[in-house]
């Protein structure tokens, strides 16, 4: 079992220790579970409240913030030190594939980039380009036409349909299937026929898209997903959309047909966003958010339908208010009835 001291994990991440540099760290593990010889890490100063009961033997933190229970190890980029300690003590696993594989499918016209790797039964179709170091996992697809760029990683049973672009340094994970058929239809006398799916989808440098998302192809032209930009596992993002730079997608969003982005956007899980609206540029979309109009840059939206958070939060006070209003609402009912019923009185006996 590997081991480090405070004082040699304090130098490995360039960081100041406060407390027992001789104390020996066997792990990582997070706060809530971690043990005496774990060391872990706390994000924020803001937090403090959610280590009470930690049992760690030190922690990570941020450059200033001392905790007089714990040895505390102080960095300037908390996640990024821990990730470091945390790959020492538990290297990651080689994820690639070497070599081209004899049980392959690779057709003739496909051309292949140098130190390109191709895992077992994954099928390369005709007139494919691989660039160079492109590492395609076993049981992928890649169908006619498709151009995958330089250092490009493409996990498991990965399916990419004709005429697909993929750019530079892209990670898709397993099961993705990217340029399959937009759900678009011609409807007439009750019947649904499929419109033209004649398009494809182009994806920028630097993009990770998540297991099992889904990104159709454009009706006509291109469904685009633009440079730096992180897909979440289980997304789907429908036909003919145009994504900007460096957009944030977690799991579970939807987003309809046609839609547009602009740059920096962040969409939390479960946001869905109907078709032909754009979103705009460092655009935060909360969990659940549903998105029916477009937003306007630097917004900040949560709810269904969703509005801007101040709003929000006032709608959802509202909303817990309600079972005592409407006690206090039958109670007003009850006493102007009383009154209407005195005054009625009254005038009689008058």
Do not use: W
Not at 58 to 82: C, M, R
């Amino acid at each position: 079992m590997k081991s480090l001291t405070l004082a040699e994990l304090a130098k490995m991440v360039g960081g100041v220790l406060v407390g027992d540099e001789d104390k020996l760290i066997e792990a990582v593990a997070p706060i809530q579970s971690a043990t005496s010889s774990d060391i872990t890490f706390l994000e924020r100063a803001d937090r403090k409240s959610i280590i009470r009961k930690c049992q760690a033997g030190a922690i990570i933190v941020p450059i200033g913030l001392e905790l007089e229970q714990f040895s505390t190890i102080q960095v300037p980029q908390v996640v990024e030190s821990f990730r470091l300690i945390a790959e020492y003590f538990s290297p990651p696993r080689d994820e690639g594939v070497t070599g081209i594989s004899e049980r392959a499918s690779i057709h003739p016209t496909a051309k292949i980039g140098s130190g390109v790797a191709i895992g077992d039964f994954a099928v390369i179709e005709e007139d494919v380009e691989l660039g160079q170091n492109v590492r395609v996992h076993s049981g992928v697809l890649v169908r006619a036409g498709s151009k995958i760029g330089d250092d490009t990683i493409i996990f498991p049973n990965t399916v990419l349909y004709r005429n697909t672009i993929v750019g530079k340094r892209v990670i898709i994970h397993s099961s993705a299937v990217i340029g399959a058929f937009g759900f678009g239809y011609d409807s007439s006398g009750g019947v649904h026929k499929l419109s033209p799916q004649l398009g494809n989808v182009v994806i920028g440098d630097d993009v990770e898209i998540g297991s099992c998302s889904t990104i159709d192809r454009a009706t006509y032209g291109s469904t685009i997903i633009g440079n730096g930009t992180k897909i979440d596992n289980l997304v789907m993002i429908g036909h003919n959309c145009k994504l900007g730079n460096h957009n944030l997608i977690c799991a579970h969003t939807g987003i309809a047909g046609s839609t547009t982005t602009g740059d920096n956007v962040t969409m939390a899980g479960r946001v869905g966003i109907k078709d032909h609206v754009h979103i705009g540029s460092r655009a935060v979309l909360g969990a659940m958010a549903g998105i029916m109009n477009n937003v306007d840059e630097g917004a900040e939206l949560v709810g269904i339908p969703a509005t801007p958070v101040g709003e929000q939060f006032r709608i959802q006070s509202a909303l817990a208010k309600l079972p005592e209003m409407r006690k206090e609402f039958k109670a007003l009912k009850k006493l102007v009835e009383k009154i209407n019923d005195t005054i009625e009185k009254n005038t009689t006996t008058d």
